[in-house]
């Protein structure tokens, strides 16, 4: 069974790095066309893709926001990592990730809440 | 980049409807990659649909995706109580790689 959980904190300050962590189970990231996506959503809005990391340790990032982000994994650990700097009120929002490909994304995590505040 | 427009942006149905969601691309698609999401409040959105057809396992049957080129939609032939919910479709791009939301559709109680 295929599961995936976020973690990271709640709250970070402006102009502060974000650092996210999935820790996922059901499948290796080792295996051809697997992958873990981080995806997000702003309070009442919609979601918004950010970046996937596959098999291949390739990553991929979304145009609008990939000098900000940083993805990488630890298979070992089974855990997938994403930072995002300068941090700033606006990408207060649910943050998600999902697996266990990236033509689709079949099983989220619960999501973990962050908020951006002084 | 290719952009997805989901309409309309709210249905009005009551339980029994039918509700037709539109997902239109902004460029044609040459591949199937086309999926849909849907999400109850407060919870994580869950795959409804892969490859513009294919019910994700456990997906009850009154759930059907067609389309191709730039139309695509989601049927929900007889909506029950709780599907009543925000609906997205996807797409993934082989190249340049990346994957995009449409804004999305909400199917609320009349």
């Known amino acids: 069974q295929v599961t995936l959980r976020e973690s990271g904190p709640a709250l970070v300050k402006p102009t502060q790095a974000l650092t996210l962590t999935c820790s996922f189970s059901g499948f290796s990231l080792n295996t051809i066309g697997e992958s873990v996506s981080w995806v997000r959503q702003p309070p009442g809005k919609a979601l918004e893709w950010l970046a996937f990391i596959d098999s291949d340790d390739d990553k991929v990032y979304s145009p609008s926001l990939k000098t900000r982000l940083t993805i990488s994994r630890d298979t070992s650990k089974k855990q997938v990592v994403l930072t995002m700097t300068n941090m700033d009120p606006v990408d207060t929002a649910t943050y998600y990730c999902?697996?266990?490909?990236?033509?689709?994304?079949?099983?989220w995590g619960k999501g973990t809440t962050v908020t951006v505040s002084s | 980049e290719i952009v997805l427009t989901q309409s309309p942006g709210t249905l009005s149905l009551s339980p029994g409807d039918r509700a037709t969601l539109s997902c239109r691309a902004s460029q044609s698609l040459t591949k199937k990659y086309i999926s849909w999401y849907q999400q109850r409040p407060g919870q994580a959105p869950s795959l409804l649909i892969s490859?513009?057809?294919i019910r994700a396992n456990g997906v009850p049957d009154r759930f059907s995706g067609s389309g191709s080129g730039t139309d695509f939609s989601l049927i929900i032939s007889e909506l029950e109580p709780e599907d009543f919910a925000v609906y997205y479709c996807?797409?993934?791009?082989?190249?340049?790689?990346?994957?995009?939301f449409g804004p999305g559709t909400k199917v609320e109680i009349k």
């Open positions: 996807q797409h993934y791009s082989p190249s340049p790689p990346g994957l995009t």
């Open positions: 490859d513009v057809s």
């Open positions: 999902a697996g266990p490909h990236n033509v689709h994304l079949g099983v």
